[in-house]
């Protein structure tokens, strides 16, 4: 039996300047691609760096780039982080 000290949340429960790896994007091929024009895919390194008050967008990067991703989208991006 192995233990991991990994736990798999959503992009709106990281705090600001926690950092993870994308597992899943839940949602059809649009929700997908337009993910992926921004950077943001399965496997990929994520780090939150702000999110607005009350369900506002939320604020990552990816690579050198710095993304806006409105809080319906973070909702259903999954991310796996360090306990």
């Not at 709106?12 to 895919?41: C, D, H, N, P």
């Not at 780090?47 to 369900?55: D, H, I, P």
Request: avoid cysteine.
């Amino acid at each position: 039996m192995q233990l991991t000290n990994t736990m798999l949340i959503d992009l709106t429960q990281l705090k600001s300047g926690q950092k993870g790896t994308v597992v899943e994007m839940q949602g059809g091929v649009g929700f997908s691609r337009r993910l992926e024009a921004m950077g943001i895919r399965p496997g990929k390194k994520i780090t939150k760096t702000s999110a607005q008050f009350w369900r506002g967008p939320q604020i990552v990067e990816v690579g050198n780039s710095r993304v806006a991703i409105g809080f319906g989208m973070a909702k259903r991006i999954l991310v796996e982080v360090k306990k």
